[in-house]
C-alpha cells in the first residue's frame, strides 16, 4: 500500500510558476507508475502527466505540454510536477496516483490504485 501526500498548491497570477511534490509515506514508489492529475468541477479526472515505473518517457495532456514537466526521484520516494506560465484555465484541484498498470493505460485515472487527497491550485489573470 502506498500513501500519497501532495504539497505545494496555492494561488498565483497567469504566467508564474508552481512545483507541486507528492511523497509516498511509509512506502515506496518503486515499481509503481506514476501520475498527476486534475479535476475541474463537475469533471472527471484528467492527465497531467504520467510515467511508467521503468521508462523517463513521460506522458503529458494536450493542455499542458510545454508548460508542465514531470520529474521523479526513487530515493527519496517522491514525484513533482513543475508548472510554468500558469493559466487561469489551469485551475482545478491537483492529484498524486500510483499504480501498478502493467498493460493499462497510463492516461486513465481509473487504472491507478493509490491517489493523494489533492491540493488546490488557483491562477487569476
Known amino acids: 500500500q502506498v500513501h500519497l501526500v501532495e504539497a505545494g498548491g496555492g494561488s498565483v497570477q497567469a504566467g508564474k510558476s508552481l512545483r507541486l511534490s507528492c511523497a509516498a509515506s511509509?512506502?515506496?514508489?518503486?515499481?509503481?507508475?506514476m501520475g498527476w492529475f486534475r479535476q475541474f468541477p463537475g469533471k472527471d479526472r484528467e492527465l497531467v502527466a504520467a510515467?511508467?515505473?521503468?521508462?523517463?518517457?513521460?506522458w503529458y495532456g494536450d493542455s499542458v505540454r510545454g508548460r508542465f514537466t514531470f520529474s521523479r526521484d526513487m530515493e527519496k520516494s517522491t514525484v513533482w510536477l513543475q508548472m510554468d506560465s500558469l493559466k487561469p484555465e489551469d485551475t482545478a484541484d491537483y492529484y498524486c496516483?500510483?499504480?501498478?498498470?502493467?498493460?493499462?493505460?497510463?492516461?486513465?485515472?481509473?487504472?491507478?490504485?493509490?491517489w493523494g487527497r489533492g491540493t488546490q491550485v488557483t491562477v487569476s489573470s
Open positions: 511509509g512506502g515506496t514508489i518503486s515499481g509503481y507508475d
Open positions: 496516483a500510483a499504480g501498478l498498470l502493467g498493460n493499462r493505460e497510463a492516461s486513465r485515472a481509473t487504472n491507478y490504485d493509490y
Open positions: 510515467r511508467r515505473w521503468n521508462s523517463d518517457l513521460t
